[in-house]
C-alpha cells in the first residue's frame, strides 16, 4: 500500500460537477493522463455538492476501464451525492480535514402523467440500485445495500459525515491529501 502518492503528471482531475459537459472532459482528461507513464497514479479531486446520476456512470465506467492503474480520490470541500459515489470508487481515498461528505439514495423529480412517472421511477429504482451497491461494495459493508439502506431514515434521508465518520464507514481511507508535485521537463536547444 501507499503511505503517500507522489503524483507527476501535472496534478489532479478536478471534478466540480457531474453534467453531460464534465462528463465528456472528465473522459477526455482521464484518457490523457492515462497515455502517460503508468507507474504514476492518477488523482481525482472532488469538490462538488452533486448532480446527474448518468453523468457519474459515465465516468465511473471510464475508471472501470483502466486496467492496472492507480486511481486515488480526494475530496477538497465537499463530496455530496454523485461526488460521494465518485470518491469511493478511488484505490486509496483521502478526504481533507475540513470537507464534508454526504451520502443518499437517489432521487427523481418526475412530472407529467402517471405513465411517465411510473417509468421514471422504475429508472431511478434501478440507479439507485447501482449506486447503492456501488457503495456497499466500497465500504465493504456487512449486510450490503440493506445495511446501507438502514442508515437512511425519515429523518435522516442525507447521511452528512465529516472525515471521521467517512473513515470510520469506510467511504474514505485516509484524512488529509495525496502529496502532488510537478515535475516540468525542457530541452535547450
Known amino acids: 500500500m501507499i503511505d503517500d502518492a507522489q503524483i507527476l ?15 465528456i472532459k472528465f ?10 507513464d503508468d507507474s504514476e497514479p492518477i488523482v ?12 457519474l456512470m459515465t465516468m465511473i465506467d471510464a475508471i472501470d476501464a ?13 463530496a455530496m451525492s454523485c461526488g460521494a459515489v465518485l470518491l469511493s470508487v478511488g484505490h486509496i481515498r483521502y478526504a481533507s480535514p475540513h470537507s464534508t461528505i454526504m451520502i443518499h439514495e437517489a432521487s427523481a423529480g418526475a ?16 440507479l439507485n440500485s447501482i449506486i447503492l451497491n456501488i457503495l456497499a461494495s466500497r465500504m465493504k459493508l456487512k449486510g450490503g445495500v440493506n445495511a446501507l439502506k438502514k442508515m437512511f431514515t425519515n429523518e435522516k434521508r ?3 459525515l465529516t472525515p471521521t465518520q467517512a473513515k470510520k ?21
Open 27 to 36: 473522459v477526455q482528461d482521464l484518457n490523457k493522463k492515462s497515455l502517460r
Open 169 to 189: 464507514l469506510k467511504v474514505i481511507d485516509r484524512i488529509g491529501s495525496p502529496k502532488i508535485s510537478v515535475t516540468i521537463k525542457w530541452e535547450v536547444r
Open 9 to 23: 503528471d501535472g496534478g489532479p482531475i478536478v471534478v466540480t460537477k457531474f453534467n453531460e459537459d464534465s462528463a
Open 66 to 78: 483502466l486496467e492496472n492503474r492507480l486511481i486515488i480520490t480526494h475530496c477538497l470541500g465537499k
Open 158 to 160: 442525507d447521511l452528512f
Open 44 to 55: 481525482i479531486t472532488i469538490d462538488s455538492y452533486g448532480g446527474e446520476l448518468y453523468s
Open 111 to 126: 412530472v407529467g402523467n402517471i405513465n411517465d412517472i411510473k417509468v421514471d421511477l422504475q429508472e431511478t429504482e434501478r
